[in-house]
């Protein structure tokens, strides 16, 4: 029987003395969110809103848009179909 360290035998027979280094391709990924075609700021219940940032659920906007808000929505134009549906519901 041999005494000797079994992991000194392995390294004897598989070590190759160098290194090797594996290349991979960076592919660069698109990031893009639901909605990026539609650039606008829809009207949200403000509690919805609020709700939304602790929780992370989605909102539902007065024309129907369904997303979870993360952009600052003074930056955008007002939603035609909201801004028309949020003055017919103040004119009533």
């Not at 129907?64 to 955008?76: E, I, N």
Request: proline content about 7%.
């Amino acid at each position: 029987m041999s005494t000797a360290d079994p992991f000194e035998e392995f390294e004897r027979e598989f070590s190759g003395g160098g290194t090797a280094v594996l290349e991979r391709e960076e592919v660069a990924e698109e990031v893009t969110e639901d909605g990026d075609h539609d650039r606008y700021s829809h009207y949200v219940q403000k509690n919805k809103i609020v709700e939304s940032a602790v929780t992370g659920t989605p909102v539902i906007a007065l024309c129907g848009k369904v997303w979870v808000p993360g952009r600052d929505p003074q930056k955008f134009p007002v939603c035609p179909d909201c801004k028309k549906i949020y003055e017919s519901l103040r004119d009533s």
